[in-house]
């Protein structure tokens, strides 16, 4: 079967377009010109091109993106890819999406069809929605998730933040995804303690918070994090998934159980207006098949720059039917307003866990502020 | 001591310019608004913005790269962070860097000062440019690589391909980076087979060619290839250093001693006008601190877009003194034709590999091509 993908180029005419969306098809596969590749390899392995066609209306014309400019127009490239070329792994995957093309200027993954066989060989969240609903009891309403921080800050400081927000009724309280391994809070002791003061706060209300440290750390240490984490009692962590790279997910899922909520950390080097990776496709479909119960990602309206329409499109594709694969929980974040969250389940609906980090430290009183989020989250709507 | 960072912002004025600087500092550790946070956190946690200036000539303003666009003006910001909060891997480093504010627009890494005990920590290349030299037994010249491919090819063919290359006299026969484990040349067969038929052809020529098969894999099954690369008999490979996390370079050469030379895939992402981490930086500091031992990048003049002040940088940046860090080998790459070698040799100087892939292979006497490629780079210039 295969790979389909969409590619928006910029180019100043058709020939134009099709000729690039002729050379991506030879350089993302034999990486040779096509008078150098045999008729027998052209056929089995160099992508086809389906498709070429101005993107939209005439006059929508790229800008920024580190593209050209000057006289180009948008153009839709439809290339098709023997699945096999990606083997069963997100390093592969990505390099066939966008590897050495992404040296190249003007060309966006804008659309992904994807076959079955990849589907089920990249596998996708292991609790995905209905798992991290079965692991904090919450059921039919949205989430709410918020952040340990500041970094700085001594692991006792921030266990007795854990215990305040997990009494309040925060879903998941999790680490701030700058906290790793820092002498003011330890990862090991930052771990035990929140880990116990959540459990705590659990025993007094009755209550399943979870608490979700940050696992992200460098080669194996992750995994070392992840099964310390695990043996603490945790039930899942954050990670960092494009420093760590994106395959470590599946491998801590599967090493430990543990589930994953994936911060965008570094993702928006992607997010060009004519270049990079449709932050719908990165942090939807890519973040998800590899292995994301939930993801984080910028809410339109904070200190971050995603139109709501962006976030509309990454929920949908982290909710979305795919095959054999799990739904995934988008968390929506970055300046979320506490007072805001009922605003929010509206337009992005229950399936949402919400991350109210800064908003609450701002307040004056934070355990009444948190209160008032975690009702105004369980409340039913009007 | 402090990770210093120069920043190049976008800013229509120096104010502005002042309170960008000021919101990284946040962003970057603490994340949460100055008023937040503590007055002793923010001495011992918050970056501190040390210089703010107008970043060259009046007149040198933004272009392109996703920025703002409209009146603003580049900007000169110098951010010095604890380099503890780096800790000692390079996920976490990246996400000092430029992890969360990857989302904002106009922010360029475009200068860092690496305090002693992070290069320390971090370590680098275990054998570099001297290394390699050892290894290859090519002292006082430049070294030329050449690439197998095309993917789709079966096994026999690439090993038939790397014994004429290792005949011809090249040092290094490396795999092309899209070669992983697909069907017609799976990963162990093409090995074993390549491996041997270099093996073959030093045998018959008395040379010490190397082959460096691709050993990009996702999780736990990149450092099984490297192994078994280690036991085939190889001596060094090749990683897609960023879509397996830059960390997995250091897993990697720690558990087998296996020469490493990174692929660029993907890092076109980070290389906007006014967005992303520098080129030098990226290739040059941080794939070299993370552990290559050559670094390919894209040659001016080939099929991708670096102009050849860029490239110059990232020779500088990987064979620079910088502390305990060995230097590393540049390997201009990316179209450059086989009887352009010498003129690449006066301009790059002889602590360079030279990766000739698609042209030899345009040739219709690819042996005979490679031989006089071969010839032009053992040959001392006049």
């Not at 918070?209 to 070392?224: D, I, K, V």
């Not at 965008?264 to 939807?284: K, Q, T, W």
């Not at 739904?327 to 229950?350: C, K, L, M, Q, S």
Request: hydrophobic fraction near 45%.
């Amino acid at each position: 079967m295969d790979l389909r993908v969409t590619y928006r180029l910029l180019a100043v005419d058709g020939p134009a377009a099709a000729a690039r969306a002729r050379d991506i098809a030879l350089e993302q596969t034999v990486e040779l010109p096509a008078d150098a590749v045999s008729r027998d390899v052209a056929e089995r392995v160099v992508g086809r091109v389906e498709l070429i066609e101005p993107w939209g209306e005439a006059g929508d014309r790229g800008g920024g993106g580190g593209a050209g400019g000057g006289g180009e127009a948008r153009w839709r490239a439809v290339i098709a890819f023997d699945a096999a070329l990606a083997g069963s792994d997100m390093a592969q995957l990505l390099n066939l999406l966008f590897g050495n093309i992404s040296l190249k200027a003007g060309i966006r993954v804008a659309g992904i069809d994807w076959p079955p066989e990849l589907l089920a060989a990249l596998g996708g969240p292991r609790r995905g929605i209905a798992g991290l609903r079965e692991l904090t009891g919450a059921q039919g309403r949205a989430l709410v998730c918020s952040a340990l921080k500041p970094l700085g800050a001594s692991a006792a400081e921030i266990a007795a933040r854990a215990y305040q927000f997990a009494r309040a009724g925060i879903d998941i309280v999790k680490d701030d995804h700058s906290l790793s391994d820092q002498a003011p809070a330890p990862f090991r002791e930052r771990v035990e303690r929140c880990q116990h003061a959540v459990a705590r706060a659990n025993r007094e209300t009755g209550g399943r918070s979870l608490y979700f440290p940050n696992l992200t750390a460098g080669g194996a240490r992750l995994l070392e994090r992840a099964d310390f984490a695990r043996r603490a009692g945790c039930q899942g962590g954050v990670v960092n998934a494009l420093p760590v790279g994106l395959d470590a997910l599946r491998a801590v899922a599967a090493a430990t159980g543990l589930a994953l909520m994936s911060h965008p950390a570094l993702a928006g080097v992607f997010f060009h207006a004519d270049h990079g990776i449709a932050p719908e496709l990165l942090l939807g479909d890519l973040f998800r098949l590899a292995g994301s119960d939930a993801v984080i990602y910028p809410n339109v309206g904070g200190r971050f720059t995603f139109p709501e329409a962006t976030c509309a499109a990454i929920n949908a594709r982290l909710r979305a039917p795919l095959g054999p694969v799990r739904p995934a929980f988008p968390v929506p974040a970055g300046g979320i307003e506490a007072d805001r969250v009922p605003h929010w389940i509206g337009r992005y609906g229950t399936d949402t866990i919400f991350l109210v980090g800064g908003s609450l430290y701002a307040q004056p009183d934070v355990a009444a502020a948190t209160r008032r989020l975690v009702d105004a989250v369980r409340t039913p709507p009007p």
